[in-house]
């Protein structure tokens, strides 16, 4: 069983559903000296906030965190820290319905057939809250990797079949609509586009992409280990997520050896890659290039629009799943790839350090 | 560091280097009772032997396999099981030219970024060589599948950009053509393409798809170890795999909820699904269908063609990789698919036991 | 770094400092369906909890434990189970002193040579506040282990010199008296001890013994995770614990193998032993034996006494520790052995189900 | 299961039975560029071996190791390093009549609980032979500790109730008697006590003490992960081991805490203990001083004096357990307590380089 923990030297353990007391986060492994503010993961945490528009849940979700332990005097102290963003509101009743049948694409139907019931308030353990610990612990990863002048940014890169233009990519849009989408124009057809899904009681998908950048090279186990394995489990760990390609990914299946490998070349007296097919990994390490990938949303299951499925009595019914539901999952899902990568990240880079013998020496040596 | 373990509860240790002493595995946390003998291994190992076509290595290779431990009057004793294969051919001198510069699109310039330096041989570790302990877990894993009547079953979707037509889908081909391609038309396209790509010293990639079938209900757990997210992790974990999708993968990214959900319905008594876009695992958990998983392969990066890179003493310089190369990795990565995806569920079936403790309770009162 | 995570199935994560918001765990791995209410937990702390007597720490501690997830209608969902404690007391300007010296006997150097500076507040991590999560995620291990018919009981076997007599053995005594010793008459004679050491500013230690009955045979895994090497590691990662043994532990280095080996024989139809001078377990593995082990507690390091020290300025100092501590803690750290037992046995019980193919055959055809 | 796994960062899987093609270890993590040749392997295993003396199985065991993989031009590569030795006698007709019952003392009866079968022969899995792999690996930490400047050396303290005098302490008599005592004169006694208990075929047991020196401040993690936990576990995972203590151990528990604690002063302008009565860990991390601990080892289990037990038929027999026994385990014992005392060090040493968020940007910065 288990499930709920990630990672090894930078490990978390995440906890909560959605309609009980809250849910939160613990990390163990966080090394001492850290600057650490709840501010720090209050940012992300609104960042990931429903609410500020038409396109994301509408209803009110004071996500507040607390910061339990760990931290002292505005830094990290090397123990575990603790964080926990209480329920507002936890509105039993309205659930009975719910709890009688499997809706279509939910987990509900798994979750019975795996532990014999499951809590069926608004989701439960696989509600779209649970990223909350993803995220605050995320936000933490962010603040390591800040330290050591590496960037994550993701942004949705094509929702509902609309993408993107490279040539209008400006990455400070990226928060300035409901998209999170680095272009706006595209957002504006993302919008007329998600307008008429909703009324339709229909929802729609799209592919999310992360960039990293400035990240030393050597980072990343070989074999089992990989950086890119890494992140593609991250990455498929987030509910509504099927599908990782790094790099070219799927278009390498389709191009020859001649187009697909990077030539190396000398840049400033350092080893550098004339092109990035490869997404900044070679053979599971880190080349020093940007690390790129992508990863596929399916569209929010939760639909107006009539449905069939069975009860838990066994009867075949007809179902349109009520309540407020974003339309889209793309748009939240973006700071939970930039947590799950942040992350990933960490820990592969503090596995590192114990790469070589001369520089554990010299480490203990000082 | 570490890197080379893979699995929590039926867990494995590969080892060795293209052209060390052996390459071999050990696998700690098979079920004692299990049948088990060389054969089964040997058979696995077959199959992904080069030497069959002009399209794989022709070099002999005979991956004679030993069992070393934790087997007893044919079967598992619950002890572990150390494999190994001995490497036939550790000409060293070849190596020399290659110890000096890095080729494009392979992990040397990693490995020396990462460790320092390399054992240049053959690729060393990077090398396929490397999958060799991989399969022969595999194996193990594969018999522990099928004494629960589960079935896992990879092949060549796509090679080149050339694609099986699923009117002609015939399994019993697949082992019957170069390019473990359960269409024989489709398996004569690619011959012809493959033909031409090597006469112009270049390559090609493709896309695997496997499908596994008879599952029960409830393996994998939420959150962080999904089933899809330990397949994704699985096979990006492989060589040259630049991407992964369950069900409908990158394409349920483009279409609506409406058309995504796969819909359930009563069907002799037990719930079903009407489609299966999903491919099988609804959060994470297997919904009892069919898993359906598809992974990129890039084209092999070794190619004869001339390629700019580097040299150790930091000179840019033109290369061509020589040496009898496979001009597709696709072929002999079937099976390491097959033996990860086994190797990825037998892990998840047994932590499944622990799930609820009236099952527990009856485990042990027998 | 990390560590505050204990368990691989049944798995926990710990945190919090003495004078933080609070302290807590998280259990990841729980199986659903276990009956579990916040008493079942708080009867546990209450246990632990200081302020039943003159030899324990007089102030006022209200442990109220709220869980915060996992639990649904009275039942473990499968899902993390959070715990809380908060802490009532957070003055930090009593700590003014105690910041600017290394107290003997405590972790206060070691932690600043580790982490580079620590919470001094009251201890911070290594207080002994921070067996709260353990004893509230044993408590819930030990409802896992009471559905199963296991009992886990521990207790003061000697404090201060002074032991218990066998023939005056009754565990209801245990919880009546302030010493948590099965016999009355040892714990007055404890008694009349600890406060000539108290007047004396000094402090003593003691010997924990515990036995767990009625488990089944089979637990525990050969080579490293050995049962006994489980409870070792258990046992000495409680904070004062120096030494532990199981069986007739350090007398079995200084007997003959005719006397220290048990013989087995035929009882009901069903191998039993003559003796127990293994404790339990053979090979690592329960022979279905009471085990029976014990642990040794050092004497409080916080003393009244005048001691030397050093203080940051790197200037030799005395100091004497005030504030009001227990003179012993044996009393209080039996719950905290009777936690890490059960948390050690649950995980190896979960991990026992997968060491046989028929039996997870079985385990599946249902 | 599984259970034939050690070590998170420097993590090894040993496998192999007495009677089976051989035993062996593999190293997952070993960090690259130390020097290795099998000599210094060897060496380790060589101290382990039987054959010395009268005292210790005369059979004849020529335990050649082979490094298979991991190791390039005399250094390790940072890949896994698996070694081999090869069973010279596989005779497996001698045990028709050990299979038909349980040896007391032995994992006979608990394997065939858990297993549902075992190998029988020679003791399979739980033969002294198992340590070959555990003193491999331990060769490979002892190299790496002694690149760091770290000694690690254990010895019998205690044999069959006759102890060392330390007025005599010579560590260079250790390896010249067949009892690894560093006192000759009391090897002398020890000689003359097991040729009496030999002749009436029975077996002793004794005390094994470790001491490591200059060992660094800072390892060890707080919490479960203690550098005192984790030797606890590992020298309990020792086949006859019944009891661990650091320090002053069991001692510890009857004096108080003014004669326990160690004064900390300044000495050459660093912090230093004036007593040692903590065995060198304060909190579970290291404090600077030699690190101690002693451990518990049974008699012999095999035993030539008749004893009663039953046979798989249920029947209660008498038997005398037949073959050359080492009439005492704890002179081969002393180099395993070596070798699984670097393992825990090493693991612990290489987790310790995360635990500063400052060091590890100054790590990454150069």
């Known amino acids: ?28 492994g966080c090394p001492a000296g850290l600057d650490l503010t709840e501010n720090d993961v ?29 931290v002292f005097e505005g830094k990290t102290t090397g123990t575990p820290i603790a964080m926990m963003v209480r329920n507002k509101t936890q509105r039993s009743g309205d659930y009975s319905e719910i709890s009688q049948y499997y809706r279509p694409g939910h987990a509900d139907f798994t979750f019975d057939e795996k532990y014999g019931f499951r809590d069926y308030r608004g989701g439960g353990r696989s509600s779209g809250r649970e990223t909350i610990g993803r995220v605050a612990a995320g936000a933490v990863a962010l603040k390591f990797l800040r330290r050591l002048g590496i960037k994550v940014n993701a942004y949705a890169k094509e929702i509902g079949g609309i993408g ?34 909703m009324a339709d009681g229909d929802s729609i998908g799209g592919i999310i992409e992360c960039v990293i950048e400035n990240i030393m090279t050597g980072v990343g186990d070989p074999v089992f280990d990989k950086l890119d394995a890494g992140l593609a489990k991250a990455m498929l760990s987030i509910g509504a997520v099927k599908g990782f390609e790094i790099g070219d990914g799927f278009e390498a299946a389709r191009v020859t050896g001649k187009a697909n490998n990077d030539e190396f070349f000398m840049k400033d007296g ?27 949303v399916k569209p929010t299951p939760s639909i107006l629009a009539k449905q069939e499925t069975v009860n838990k009595a066994g009867k075949n019914i007809e ?14 899902a973006v700071v939970v790839v930039e947590a799950m990568a942040a992350l990933t990240l960490v820990d592969l880079i503090i596995s590192n350090m114990g790469a070589r013998m001369e520089k554990i020496a010299e480490f203990y040596e000082r």
């Open 1 to 28: 069983m288990a499930g709920s923990t990630y990672g090894k030297q930078f490990s978390i353990m995440t906890w909560g559903e959605s309609h009980g007391a809250g849910v939160g986060v613990t990390i163990d």
């Open 319 to 332: 179902v349109s799943v009520k309540g407020r539901h974003d339309p889209m999952i793309v748009p939240r």
């Open 164 to 197: 993107i233009d490279y040539q209008n990519f400006d990455m400070n849009q990226r928060d300035k609509n409901a998209f999170s989408m680095p272009d706006s124009e595209a957002a504006e057809k993302v919008k007329a586009s998600a307008i008429k899904k």
């Open 42 to 70: 209050q940012y992300m945490l609104n960042r990931r906030k429903p609410g500020q528009s038409a396109f994301t849940t509408p209803r009110k979700e004071d996500d507040e965190v607390e910061i339990l332990s760990g």
């Open 270 to 296: 350092k080893v550098a890659k004339r092109t990035n097919h490869a997404g900044g990994v070679l053979g599971g390490i880190s080349d020093g290039s940007d690390i790129i990938f992508r990863v596929a």
